[in-house]
């Protein structure tokens, strides 16, 4: 897809993503983190160049390159991404929270490698901050959408975090599908909204689909104001 310079749907709009998985330090030589690739959040991210948009991309450790005319800062833990993404989001017009954020960290963080010793060991984690959550709480103009990744009762789950997090749409996506979800070039997702919206789309590259939620994120707004 590719947009005329006069009717660039995004044009002066300043957009956040979040992409990748983050990483939770354990020692100075060992983390905890997720499956996540980041291919969803930098297709966004490229969608939101294309559309117009002023586009930041906050990325856990991914390896993909960054598309043209994106604003990247790469951030490794949740903490730190959530600083980064409240440091734009004054400021922002619509945050797409794409990022699989580690749920838990190790509640301390050894400065000297840890060394086995004899039989099991077990890992002290406590909860990260819900960035989602977060930004649902503090929200002022933003349009603010989250992702879930859901191996079961998919629009169950995603319409209970829609609510609990207070945001305007729910991405959700079954990771258990060969065709969607983690690492995957292609994507099935429902997008779920306030007052019982639910939209379903078919299977797609993660590219086409980034251009799609946004054009159906866009025209829903725009009926539902009017
Ligand atoms: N999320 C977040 N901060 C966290 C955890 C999740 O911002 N500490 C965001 C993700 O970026 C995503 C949404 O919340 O946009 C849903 O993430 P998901 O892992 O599916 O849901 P959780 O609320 O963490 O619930 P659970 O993992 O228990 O299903
Ligand atoms: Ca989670």
Redesign the pocket.
């Known amino acids: 897809s590719f947009f005329l310079p006069t009717e660039l749907p995004l044009k002066g709009k300043k957009v956040v993503i ?1 992409a990748g998985p ?1 990483r939770e330090r354990i020692d100075p030589v060992r983390y905890l983190t997720n499956f996540s690739s980041g291919k969803m959040g930098y297709a966004l991210a490229e969608a939101a160049v294309k559309m117009g948009a002023e586009t930041i991309l906050v990325s856990g450790p991914v390896s993909l390159p960054i598309p043209h005319g994106v604003k990247v800062e790469h951030v490794e833990s ?1 903490e730190q ?2 600083q980064a993404v409240l440091y734009h989001y004054d400021h922002a017009d619509i945050v ?8 838990y960290r190790p509640k301390t963080i050894h400065d000297q490698k840890m060394k086995k010793q004899a039989g099991d060991a077990t890992l002290e984690l406590e ?9 649902g709480q503090r929200k002022t103009k933003q349009l603010v ?6 191996t079961n009762n998919i629009e169950v ?2 319409k209970d ?1 829609l609510s ?2 207070n ?1 305007d749409y ?3 996506n079954d990771v258990t599908q060969a065709d969607s979800g983690f690492g995957t070039d292609t994507n099935t997702v429902v997008l779920i909204g306030k007052e019982n919206y639910v939209q379903y789309f078919d299977n797609m590259t993660k590219k086409q689909l980034a251009i799609q939620l946004f054009e159906t994120i866009l025209s829903h707004e725009k009926e539902v104001q009017h």
Not at 96 to 103: E, L, S, W
Not at 145 to 150: D, P, R, S, T, V
């Open positions: 979040t983050t949740a991404m959530l797409v929270k794409t990022a699989a954020v580690a749920d909860r990260t901050i819900d960035i989602l959550m977060t930004l959408i989250g992702f879930a990744a859901e789950y995603a975090k609990k997090k945001a729910i991405v959700a």
